[in-house]
């Protein structure tokens, strides 16, 4: 298959966002939505839902051509349509057409895909809803090159929003297979990341914060607020790493994959190791002279994406109830600061940026450490360490049980007796942090739905 069939024909594809054929898509799911409850099934398979799955496949058939790459996928999705419709749209299953998307097969820089299935977006909606998003790949050579060299990662295709239904008008930024309806689950084999959207986010959220603490940042900073496709490319290779290091390293058996409830700020750790592997390498590769022009400046702009989107965006968005990427925020903001290469005088906000880049690895060896004595602890010693090199940085809330130390009953007791006693808030804002809360706050509600167009 050459090129120029797997892209398409630019004019085409600019145009299909207007397509009668998507607009058609949209305004059917739009309608079927209301229909479909919490399983994705519809409870009373009136014509008119008949009627409106009927216009989906009516839809999709006249956008296939559109998307030659895709051909397989797209036969299959009309089928498992056709299939639900035909079982009386009870409990949909689209294990058959997910199968068929294999969109880490062809990650070709522009390349665009048609995305329909009954599924629910993280960040968004919890209801398995049939929703529709057409998506472009990124895949910039300088990333295509880490990824064939030693940050291999088969599985990750970041990708821009080009037109979605409501379920993407929210804070998703993240598609992933696991979240379509289906009857068993198969191997995943592809992760797609809004990296567009994260990128617009992160522009609009570090503006506003940077004006609001008087934060003179530093030039590279400076030019991923004035230019979207390079916060685009710089949030690709962060991913690229972040994504991979969840399954390497000296881990805690397997501290995120496997579905398991534990305390929360167990997932922050998780999370910001693999920020912090992105950053520690980004490190690497800018001051390694072999590395080319172009990945070396990507690399310096990383860490200053995942410094300033980790202690701006993190740590004040979303609710205060179990915010796992909340605390990973907080903690490397008052690392730095405990650390004396982040500084709050006469309110304003600066950094000792020589010194910075080694401050920030060593957090993320101090998690190294708890990661590499865990495989030799029991569980719940593993999350009282954990507990303990968190609250020597972060001040736990003055009636937390895990502050005072757990009694006696719940220490002897299962590990979910461990979990039942963190507080949902067990790590407060600091003084600084409520304060920006509130001057962000309108900031932070407008990025809902953003995306590179904003």
């Not at 008119?48 to 496949?57: R, Y």
């Not at 294990?95 to 880490?104: A, R």
């Not at 990750?156 to 979605?164: A, I, N, Q, T």
Request: hydrophobic share 45%.
């Amino acid at each position: 298959m050459s090129e120029l069939s797997i892209v398409g024909e630019p004019e085409v594809l600019e145009d299909v966002a207007s397509h009668p054929a998507w607009i058609a898509l949209k305004a059917a799911i739009a309608e079927l939505q209301p229909l479909q409850g919490q399983d994705g099934s519809v409870a009373s398979p009136t014509p008119q839902a008949m009627t409106l799955v009927a216009a989906i496949i009516d839809a999709v058939a006249q956008l296939a051509p559109l998307f030659p790459h895709d051909e397989a996928y797209l036969a299959a999705v009309a089928i498992d349509f056709q299939r639900w419709a035909s079982q009386g749209l009870g409990v949909p299953d689209f294990l058959d057409s997910l199968e068929q998307f294999q969109p880490q097969q062809n990650r070709v820089d522009g390349l665009r895909h048609l995305v329909v299935f009954p599924m629910y977006t993280q960040n968004g909606s919890t209801n398995r809803l049939v929703e529709a998003v057409i998506v472009e790949v990124i895949w910039p050579e300088f990333v295509a090159e880490l990824e064939a060299g030693e940050y291999s990662n088969k599985l990750f295709v970041p990708v821009r929003f080009v037109d979605f239904t409501a379920g993407y008008d929210t804070n998703s930024a993240v598609l992933f297979p696991e979240s379509v309806a289906m009857r068993s689950i198969p191997t995943f084999t592809w992760g797609a990341i809004f990296a567009d959207r994260e990128a617009a986010r992160f522009r609009r959220v570090v503006r506003a914060a940077s004006e609001i603490t008087h934060l003179d940042l530093p030039e590279g900073a400076a030019r991923l607020l004035g230019d979207q496709r390079l916060a685009e490319e710089t949030f690709v290779m962060w991913d690229l790493i972040h994504d991979r290091t969840h399954m390497r390293g000296d881990l805690p058996f397997d501290p995120f994959m496997i579905k398991q409830r534990m305390p929360y700020f167990l997932y922050s750790l998780e999370e910001l190791r693999c920020d912090l592997t992105a950053f520690r390498e980004a490190v690497r590769l800018e001051r390694d002279e072999a590395t080319d022009a172009v990945t070396r400046d990507r690399a310096q702009l990383v860490q200053y994406a995942v410094i300033f989107d980790r202690i701006f965006r993190f740590a004040i968005t979303g609710s205060r109830v179990r915010n796992y990427d909340g605390v990973g925020g907080q903690l490397l903001f008052a690392w730095m600061h405990q650390h004396h290469v982040l500084h709050w005088t006469d309110t304003s906000l600066s950094f000792d940026w020589p010194a910075v880049a080694d401050v920030v690895i060593a957090l993320g060896h101090e998690i190294e450490d708890l990661y590499w004595k865990s495989i030799d602890r029991p569980k719940v010693a593993h999350w009282l360490a954990a507990y303990a090199m968190v609250s020597q940085t972060l001040t736990p809330h003055p009636a937390s049980a895990w502050a005072a130390g757990l009694p006696k009953q719940t220490l002897e007791g299962a590990p979910k007796g461990y979990t039942d006693a963190v507080m949902d808030d067990e790590f407060p804002l600091s003084m600084f942090y409520e304060a920006l809360a509130k001057k962000m706050a309108d900031v932070i509600e407008s990025t809902k739905g953003i995306t590179a167009a904003h």
